[in-house]
């Protein structure tokens, strides 16, 4: 992957095209968690393409593509909700677009429903840490905040989640 980075940022278009490919479900997922409906998602990672082509050779560490990556989507996909000025709620019917959707809907529907209890920095560190498996220090690198700033968000995001699922009337919504 290193070379491939390295061959991108001298502005090989093949190269930057195969690195994205090798991402583009992912980046999907995380466009998609944020605008909640497969429209604007698709709007989110054309210019994510669009970003990260014309800013890859800002990058300074060939290991970090991905994470540099899906910081650019997370601030696409939020550029994109400010210049819609709305509130964004999950369609059921937009479900199965997501990988993790099982038999369970009412189940994902919860799930769902809580992390849009969430403001944007607290949903970005449950996403990176529960959907992507990332370490503090890689969520601290994507996010470009201190360790310690993200372990006090992860923190107040879990009892958020928790205190909402606990809530008997949050069910009858």
Not at 147 to 153: P, T, Y
Request: aromatic content about 12%.
């Amino acid at each position: 992957m290193r070379k491939l980075v390295i061959k991108a940022q001298s502005g090989d278009v093949e190269s930057f095209l195969e690195l994205f490919q090798l991402y583009k479900h992912q980046l999907y997922r995380v466009a998609f968690v944020y605008t909640k409906n497969k429209e604007d998602s698709l709007d989110v990672i054309q210019e994510t393409a669009y970003c990260a082509f014309k800013n890859i050779s800002t990058l300074k560490k060939p290991k970090f593509f991905k994470t540099w990556i899906i910081r650019i989507t997370i601030n696409c996909a939020l550029n994109i909700l400010k210049s819609k000025k709305h509130t964004v709620h999950y369609e059921t019917n937009h479900l199965e677009n997501l990988s993790y959707v099982n038999e369970d809907v009412p189940l994902n529907i919860s799930i769902e429903q809580l992390l849009s209890t969430l403001n944007h920095k607290e949903k970005t560190v449950i996403i990176l840490k529960f959907y992507f498996d990332y370490t503090f220090k890689q969520i601290s690198e994507t996010m470009e905040l201190p360790s310690g700033s993200v372990k006090s968000l992860y923190y107040r995001s879990l009892e958020k989640l928790r205190n909402n699922a606990e809530r008997k009337d949050y069910y009858e919504k």
